[in-house]
Every structure is written in C-alpha cells, then in structure tokens.
C-alpha cells in the first residue's frame, strides 16, 4: 500500500506526461483535439486511469470520440513507455484511457439551472398582480366577547 500523497503525485506526473506526449510526440491527427483532464491512480500504484475528453473541429460540429479512443488505444504502449520514463518509478503503471463524462454532465446540469430560471421568472411574472386568497391577515383577532370572559 502506497501513501496516499505519493499516489497523487505520481498522477499528476501521469497526467502531465501524456498531455505532453499527445502534443508534442504522438503525431496521430486523431489525437489533435484530446485534452487529458485527470488521473487516477491506485493504491498499489500498479495501474492508472487516464480521463480524457474531445473537443470538436468546431463550435457546431460534434467531437470524434471513437477515433480519439482508438488513437488513444494504438499509443497506449508509447505513452506507456513515456511514463515509465519520465516518473522513474519500479513498476510503471498501466494504462487505462476512460472518456471523461464531466463536460456533458456540467452542460446539462447548466440546461437544467436555465429552464429553473425561467420557470422562477414565469412565477414571478404571475405573482406581480396577485392578491392573496383570504383575508389580509389569516389569524383569528379577539373579539369583544372574548375580552369580556377573560
């Protein structure tokens, strides 16, 4: 069992050597839009969960996640390599590539906070003339007779 801070630092490490092999040494034009954007590694230090997403050519157009996962797939043995190199460690850990979900998750929720927004401005737009249903003050007031008996 490895400490849990050299663990985090060997990811990081991790994560920083395959960004900057997919830029600078990978020369597969599938890998031209991939951004690493975490590492997880675990206890044993035996094995590393790379989170990649993709980004599309352009605003409108959808990114290609199958090419980037076989391109991904294919440099798994240089980047690997690559690691093993630049970290120093005993055993180099293997390498997993895991798409990275937290970008259409963070899209949705935001889709989600607009239509709150304005299903709050709707009510509020209804409410602007409303009067309440009852009497202006809802709590019985004592009357006269009950003054009396007290």
């Known amino acids: 069992m490895a400490d849990p801070a050299r663990a985090r630092r060997l990811s990081k490490r ?22 690493i954007t975490d590492t997880k590694v675990t206890a044993d230090l035996h094995d590393a969960t790379v989170y990649y997403t993709v980004l599309g050519d352009k605003l409108d157009s959808a990114p290609d996640f199958a090419g980037a996962a076989a391109a991904l797939e ?32 963070a899209r949705h ?9 304005e299903a709050d401005a709707e009510v509020a737009r209804r409410a602007t003339g409303a ?3 009852g009497d202006p003050d809802p709590y019985r007031a004592p009357r006269e007779d009950d003054l009396d008996e007290a």
């Open 74 to 105: 294919s440099a798994r043995g240089v980047l690997r390599t690559k690691v093993g190199q630049g970290t120093g460690v005993r055993f180099t850990p293997t390498l997993t590539f895991v798409a990275d979900t937290i970008p259409d998750t």
């Open 109 to 117: 929720i935001e889709d989600l906070l607009a239509k709150a927004r």
């Open 131 to 133: 009067r309440h249903a």
């Open 14 to 35: 991790i994560s920083q050597i395959v960004a900057s092999a997919i830029e600078h040494e990978i020369k597969d034009p599938r890998l031209n839009h991939v951004t």
